[in-house]
T-cell receptor, first 110, second 114 residues
Framework: DAKTTQPPSMDCAEGRAANLPCNHS???????VYWYRQIHSQGPQYIIH???NNETNEMASLIITEDRKSSTLILPHATLRDTAVYYC???????????FGTGTRLQVFP | SAVISQKPSRDICQRGTSLTIQCQVD?????MFWYRQQPGQSLTLIAT?????????ESGFVIDKFPISRPNLTFSTLTVSNMSPEDSSIYLC???????????FGPGTRLTVL
């Protein structure tokens, strides 16, 4: 079973920041938080991952709380092309399995 | 990143037949996986394709139904055997260059069983 909880859907205005929350209260010390997204009819796309420090790349920022029980994916300037299902996944570094939950369906509107 | 192609991209098949899906990567990778995404659902891991040995299946998936081959480090096949309408799904392969790295997904194969 997935070890994360996400809201089923969210809306965001184009150009605004999209903040997608994820709860992973049972995360273990050796588990990373990964984020993927799936645009309609395509394979999932890797976005970012982190252990305990905040991370940023060209796509997004990942903010992990100090107790590591929750995190937030931030898309700083959402565009219509960011409309997708976003999956938050907890994964141990020494395992190959990605266990997908139900994700958050993000709708970016004009 | 990795460039992954799957063939066929979609197919419509008759009940009781089998379909083999191919996954090709543009460079050698350590890990290859097969997932299923049923209509309106999230992804479920079917198995890990092991190069030169039998695949490792997840609970609920068996080799007789989903035989997998991986003859080298860039190619794998998944066969959906004796299909029924319940097998209608998108089947995706994914790859990982090394344990713990990010996984990259193929575009998927959309299968409809009549």
């Amino acid at each position: 079973d997935a070890k994360t909880t996400q809201p089923p859907s969210m809306d965001c205005a184009e150009g605004r920041a999209a903040n997608l929350p994820c709860n992973h209260s049972t995360i273990s010390g050796n588990e990373y938080v990964y984020w993927y997204r799936q645009i309609h009819s395509q394979g999932p796309q890797y976005i970012i991952h982190g252990l305990k420090n905040n991370e940023t790349n060209e796509m997004a920022s990942l903010i992990i709380t100090e107790d590591r029980k929750s995190s937030t994916l931030i898309l700083p300037h959402a565009t219509l092309r960011d409309t997708a299902v976003y999956y938050c996944i907890v994964r141990a570094y020494n395992t190959d399995k990605l266990i997908f939950g139900t994700g958050t369906r993000l709708q970016v509107f004009p | 990143s990795a460039v992954i192609s799957q063939k066929p991209s979609r197919d419509i098949c008759q009940r009781g037949t089998s379909l083999t899906i191919q996954c090709q990567v543009d460079s050698q990778v350590t890990m290859m996986f097969w997932y299923r995404q049923q209509p309106g659902q999230s992804l479920t891991l079917i198995a890990t394709a092991n190069q030169g040995s039998e695949a490792t299946y997840e609970s609920g998936f068996v080799i007789d139904k989903f035989p997998i081959s991986r003859p080298n480090l860039t190619f794998s096949t998944l066969t959906v055997s004796n299909m029924s309408p319940e097998d209608s799904s998108i089947y995706l392969c994914s790859v990982e260059r090394a344990l713990g790295n990010e996984q990259f997904f193929g575009p998927g194969t959309r299968l409809t069983v009549l």
